[in-house]
């Protein structure tokens, strides 16, 4: 148990600690101007798009975590029952409602009132920060939401506590109760873990506080019986990408860029 915990927080780490900036973070310095409006609405399909492609702008470093990662989760894949009783016992309902509480910061209940509370005192108080960084965390849990929908849907997996078998897909058209693959709320806890790290780059520490409240939510999916730990690999990752792709687009606009002089100089500003 111990040894696979590590594992877990090396994997994580390994993940968080790629370069953000390299996908592109959206600072106050990079001059961008998010406004809640209809561009900022049929920005969520390019956003997206950016998560489909980024692996053509992986470097070396990248792939070769990626191929770590992918390992990893094909021997979490193969071991999954085992693994999952080292968590939970022989028996899928021992640990049923374990640190359920966990599920919060994935399920929208702190999120979204976040967001809320985040957009509305930037507008009182005139600060775009906290509104722009309302509305891309709110755009990764959107976009995280929705890929776990239609993957869980593609897949048809059934849960530990569903069905004991780690190893049944049944495919897009059976089996619509069965949906564990992949985890939605480590999905949606990194997406916007990633996006606020990314954003809020100045600020190290709320970065960590984030990541950590996601991992908290990804062992709450594992101990309550909920997942396979694949799942929970699989959902963490991908939200992670999804959360670096948004970081990019907003980085790197292919609509509304123009160039503008600044305090410091010439900026890029993006106008929606």
């Known amino acids: 148990m111990k040894s696979f915990v590590i594992a877990l927080i090396f994997i994580a780490f390994s993940l968080i600690h790629q370069p953000i900036r390299s996908q592109g973070d959206v600072t106050p310095e990079t001059n961008s101007y998010v406004s809640f409006n209809l561009a900022y609405l049929k920005s969520y399909a ?19 975590i990626t191929g770590f990662t992918g390992a990893v989760f094909t021997t979490m894949y193969l071991n999954d029952k085992a693994l999952f009783q080292k968590f939970n016992g022989s028996s899928p309902f021992a640990n049923e409602n374990k640190m359920e509480w966990t599920g919060v910061f994935g399920n929208g209940i702190v999120a979204l009132p976040s967001f809320a509370l985040m957009y509305g005192f930037g507008s009182m108080k005139s600060l775009q920060r906290p509104k722009e960084a309302a509305l891309l965390g709110f755009q ?30 049944d495919g897009p058209f059976k089996s619509f109760e069965f949906d564990a693959f992949p985890s939605g709320h480590a999905m949606r806890a990194f997406a916007v873990a990633t996006v606020l790290a990314g954003y ?20 709450g999916r594992l101990i309550s019986s909920s997942h396979w730990p694949s799942d929970v690999l699989a959902g963490a990752a991908i939200g992670y990408l999804i959360g670096r792709g948004i970081l990019y687009y907003y980085r790197h606009p292919q609509k509304g860029l123009r160039i503008s002089p600044t305090a410091t100089g010439i900026g890029a500003v993006m106008v929606f």
């Open 140 to 169: 990764a849990f959107v976009l995280s939401a929705g890929t776990a929908f239609v993957m869980k849907h593609i897949s048809h997996r059934p849960r530990p506590d569903q069905l004991y078998v780690s190893n049944q897909w």
């Open 200 to 219: 809020y780059n100045d600020m190290p520490l709320l970065g960590a506080g984030l990541y950590g409240l996601a991992a908290l939510t990804s062992y």
């Open 46 to 64: 390019p956003a997206f798009k950016q998560f489909v492609v980024s692996p053509s702008r992986f470097t070396t470093n990248e792939w070769v």
